[in-house]
């Protein structure tokens, strides 16, 4: 009577059968489910603001109450991320291709020089007029306009990083790919992008460092005399600069903070963490990364739930990727054949920009702008390439010694990622009114005072790859250097310079080209009443565009990617194959 009633004979207790199946949904659960329902919330309460419909006069000023910020906040992160997945979707595709096809790497990676070299207000001049006359009347024109914009600032990078580690993929995971008869989808879903998903996190994170860079031009765009404006923390904090109202840049400066600190915590950290999973090495290092986020995502079922529902995806993705070909193509190709197909597409290829030559010239004449104005712009652009020289300079002889310290060490790792991460991503523009007032104040000329200026947003490229490139160098390799005893100068001779070459590279190319890129908003800087003009083409292309000069903005972009194209062609171009042929691991 009294005791514990005992189950019925041939069947298991309770607790018994539920230890023979998977655990109900805990709290883990639920958190995460609350949290994504937050933010799926949040992203359409928000969004909707992005299709009302708006006249000229509606979008030309923004206000400054420090309430607001939040929505703000929420704004400026929806634009980085739509910008991100499309720099995503266009790297994957771009340097793909480029890396697999000859004739086209001949064509994509030049236009990739030159379409880095370009600056965002270019790219703005175009985005606004196309975007709003095909967006009449909505909002929603401007806001694709400013993705666009910050598109162009996250998306050369990633590309050149992806682009670099699918053409330095091991040999022989290329040829396992063809010897268990892979097709051309399936090497690169198993074993191109699992290669370059180490370095594809770190460029992408140092991308979206970026995009913060030139919030402000694309949320606060001067167009040919006329303003645009945007409701986020760029146009907050433009708008707090041009007041000179410095308790209003406060609070921008510390709502960035929190955003990019918050950004790194809940979204890079857990991605570089997983991606130490493609870590290609022999042996299990003795520390890993590690993240909060992550480790708690993985208590929960939710993954694994969405990992099974996503399996008819992933077995359709495969049959569909079958009418791509088997990875077998043969190593020895038909020469007279190649050489024909060669002439044919460099006829088209020379033709094509025969006729954008023609049809700029002709552009220039109608507008009584003939070849003499690009003499100014070419002597401009000396001055800026001396910047773009001494900055990539000390950058290299600062940052990798610091950056192979940190990737080297998973520690340290962990204690100094999310301080590099917040610094990159940080937008310095933010502090130019700072750099305004010191420069003043000492007398240090801009054109000197540019340099600091632009070695803020585009040094940080060259740490980040050097940390990447550091963090890929296999365990096993680094043990056998211990083994040996191999330390200091022929430690760095042997295994640190051919371990991240590679990545320094695409952290050179890209710190170059961002240096460039820099220069518009680093040559001329302004505070309240008070404006620093420099000696330079950044400077040039930067008041052709607030003119709406497009002559003298065509010249100066024109210009610029001459000299960023020339420079990639002669120096970084042959670091390149130099990486390809002697240093890939």
Known sequence: ?????????????????????????????????????????????????????????????????????????????LRMYAALALSLVFTLVWAYAAAHSRRAERVLIPALDILQSVPVP???????????????????????AAVFAIFTSQAWNMTFAFYHSLITTPRELVELSRSVGFTRWMR?????????????????????????FFLVASELISVSN??????????????AIAAGNLGDMAWAVLTMAIMVIGVNFLFWRPLVAWAERFKVEQSEAAQTQHSLVLDFLRRSRWPRLLGRTLVPVRDLAGRLGRVF??????????????????????????????????SLAGYLAGRQAGLSVFVEPILLGLATLARVVVLVVLATLVWVPIGVKIGLSPRLTRIAQPTVQVLAGFPANFLFPLATWLFLKTGVSIDLGGILLMALGAQWYILFNAIAGAMAIPTDLREAMDNLGVYGRQRWKH????????????????????????????????????????????????QATQTGDYPHLIAGVTVMSLYVVGLNRLFWRRLYKLAETRYAL
Request: glycine residues 14%; proline residues 7%; hydrophobic residues 50%.
């Open 188 to 212: 690169f879903w198993k074993v191109e992008l699992p290669s370059g998903a180490i370095p594809l996190v770190w460029n992408g994170m140092m991308s979206f460092g970026g995009g913060w």
């Open 1 to 77: 009577m009294g005791g514990v009633p005992r189950p019925p004979a041939g069947r298991a207790s309770l607790p018994a059968r539920m230890a023979g199946r998977p655990a109900g949904f805990s709290w883990v659960d639920a958190v995460v489910a609350a949290a994504l329902l937050a933010v799926l919330y949040v992203v359409i309460r928000v969004g909707r603001g992005t299709t009302v419909s708006f006249t000229p006069a509606e979008v030309s000023t923004i206000g400054t109450d420090p309430a607001k910020l939040p929505y703000y906040a929420v704004r400026s992160l």
């Open 325 to 358: 070909g088997m990875d077998d193509r043969p190593l020895q190709i038909d020469t007279r054949r190649r050489r024909t197909g060669d002439v044919v597409f460099a006829l088209v290829v020379i033709a094509l920009i025969a006729w954008g030559l023609v």
């Open 495 to 542: 295994l640190i310079i051919p371990g991240i070459f590679p990545a320094y590279i695409t952290g050179g190319i890209t710190a170059s080209g961002g240096a460039w890129n820099a220069s518009i908003v680093s040559e001329v800087v302004t505070f309240g009443g008070t404006t620093l003009t420099a000696t330079g083409l950044g400077a040039y292309i930067a």
């Open 122 to 144: 270019a790219f703005l001049a175009v985005a606004v007029t196309g975007f709003v006359g095909l967006f009449p009347g909505s909002l929603f024109g401007l806001e694709c």
């Open 226 to 239: 006329r303003e645009y404006t945007l409701p986020g923390v760029g146009s907050y904090a433009g708008a």
